[in-house]
């Protein structure tokens, strides 16, 4: 996504408000730029403090979303704002966010805002969760390989062999109901596969 349709995409929600412009938006760096408006100036005259923290806060977030997968989100757990010096008013401050940490469930962004002469506005460090997709409703399929992402080898085994132990059970439940012989033959022969199943599964655990 380049810059400028990141901009049209944020025009409506608050990023778009505060008036950030970027410059970079890349998987380990976002560069953008904020006016100091006289609507986003406290009393004595400089850029307060809550607009440099969701300035940073924004730039952090936008680069996490270039790291996420399809049907992935994120959202700010942790921000640990260092005031420095002030962003007066009528000048513009830059802000560049740069990734510390990329993980399967947080990663971790440090912003520098500074004035137009180069010194060191804040420095914003934030840490982001990694959302996982949430599964479609009535799509059996994808709510069972959400039970096993991001799981351990072992933990995928011991579940699948209780998916293996409950199946069997839920055939020869439903072999008691059916009155053709030949269709309950079937059914207990599905019963004896999962059942065989869950003792392979069980077996490589105790190795």
Do not use: C
């Not at 996490?64 to 997968?69: G, I, M, Q």
């Not at 830059?94 to 180069?118: A, C, F, I, K, Y």
């Not at 059942?195 to 069980?202: F, G, K, P, Q, W």
Request: no cysteine; aromatic share 4%; proline share 4%.
């Amino acid at each position: 996504m380049d810059v400028a349709t990141l901009e049209k995409h944020l025009a409506g929600f608050f990023p778009g408000l505060l008036g950030i412009r970027f410059h970079e938006a890349a998987p380990d760096r976002v560069r953008a730029a904020l006016a100091v408006r006289d609507d986003l100036r406290t009393t004595p005259g400089i850029l307060h403090g809550g607009a440099i923290m969701a300035f940073a806060d924004t730039l952090g977030a936008v680069g996490t979303v270039f790291n996420l997968k399809p049907g992935e989100s994120t959202t700010t757990i942790e921000s640990k704002t260092n005031f420095l010096s002030a962003g007066k008013g009528g000048t513009t401050v830059e802000g560049e966010s740069t990734l510390l940490h990329r993980g399967r469930r947080t990663m971790v962004w440090q912003t520098r805002v500074t004035n137009p002469d180069g010194r060191l506005v804040a420095v914003v460090t934030q840490t982001q969760a990694v959302l996982e997709a949430a599964p479609k409703q009535g799509d059996p399929i994808a709510a069972l390989g959400a039970m096993f992402a991001q799981k351990p080898l072992d933990e995928q085994q011991r579940l699948l062999a209780t998916l293996e132990r409950a199946g069997a059970a839920t055939y020869r439940a439903l072999a008691e109901k059916v009155d053709d012989p030949a269709v309950r033959a079937e059914l207990e022969q599905a019963a004896l596969r999962e059942e065989e199943n869950a003792r392979v599964l069980e077996r490589l655990l105790a190795h």
